[in-house]
């Protein structure tokens, strides 16, 4: 099973995307295992104000997770920690999803290489 981020949908779903055709193509090769979305991709989707029977078409065929205790703690915890280290300023939204990834050991399929550091066992794949 792969996980994959907002980031790599939010690029495949819309075709005027800059890097439609490659988050489509990674979808299409990534679709040999089973694919998966965060609860937390889900509401970031409708965050961007698409209908609930537009997103539920758009992730048929792909597992959805919910987000546990694990997982949410982690995040919470690793991102605290990033914002003492760096002016950045992170979303939690990201670590929850890379803390999924974590704790339930999936890779995670995404084109965000920004603060991958806070989770070093996640094998990340990259579009």
Request: glycine share 4%; with cysteine.
């Amino acid at each position: 099973m792969i996980l994959v981020d907002t980031s790599v949908l939010l690029a495949w779903l819309d075709k005027s995307h800059p890097q439609h055709a490659q988050c489509r193509q990674a979808i299409y090769e990534a679709a040999r295992d089973t694919l998966a979305v965060s609860s937390v991709t889900y509401a970031e989707l409708a965050a961007g104000g698409r209908t609930r029977q537009g997103v539920d078409e758009d992730l048929e065929g792909f597992e959805r997770l919910d987000l546990d205790f694990a997982a949410a703690w982690r995040a919470g915890q690793a991102f605290r920690q990033y914002r003492r280290k760096t002016t950045d300023d992170p979303v939690l939204p990201d670590f929850l999803i890379r803390a999924q990834a974590a704790t339930r050991n999936l890779p995670h399929l995404t084109n965000d290489r920004r603060r991958t550091s806070s989770f070093p066992d996640v094998n990340f794949l990259f579009v």
